[in-house]
């Protein structure tokens, strides 16, 4: 069994369907070239080191990341980190959620977290995770790159 999978079956049966929703509609809408694996003990979804052999802060064995899913004690964290330096994809993000969800949007630099099953935006998401494909967030994390070196 892969560790993607036995990660999933040890979820908390109160987040079970609704992590696999999530990663469901995450897999259905992420970008083509992304590669789904464990990465810092959840399931992450990378730019493989054959596209990005930099590697993720320059460790040529630790490949980039684009997109996690977690189920937490208390909530299920969506880890997005094309969200944390896109200004407009952040500003549609907010103001999509606060339409279709009745609850105040939690939210850090790069993580989402559901602390209620049934107000996840399931379809906002998957909108979300399409909305940058990997050439992109490449393009985008190498600019950043660059500025934080100087």
Not at 12 to 27: G, H, N, P, R, T
Request: proline share 5%.
């Amino acid at each position: 069994m892969d560790e993607v999978q036995e990660y999933i079956e040890k979820i908390d049966s109160k987040w079970q369907e609704a992590y696999q929703d999530l990663a469901k509609v995450i897999a259905e809408n992420i970008p083509e070239g992304f590669v789904l694996q464990m990465q810092y003990g959840m399931p992450t979804y990378v730019v493989p080191l054959s596209v990005f052999p930099e590697g993720y802060l320059g460790r040529k064995d630790e490949p980039l990341s684009f997109i996690s899913v977690a189920a937490q004690k208390k909530h299920l964290s969506l880890y997005h980190m094309g969200i944390m330096g896109n200004k407009d994809l952040l500003a549609w993000f907010q103001t999509e959620y606060q339409k279709v969800v009745p609850t105040k949007l939690n939210m850090g630099k790069s993580c989402i977290r559901f602390s209620n099953p049934k107000n996840i935006p399931y379809e906002l998401v998957g909108e979300l995770v399409g909305k940058i494909s990997m050439e992109e967030w490449v393009a985008s994390y190498t600019r950043f790159a660059e500025k934080s070196k100087k």
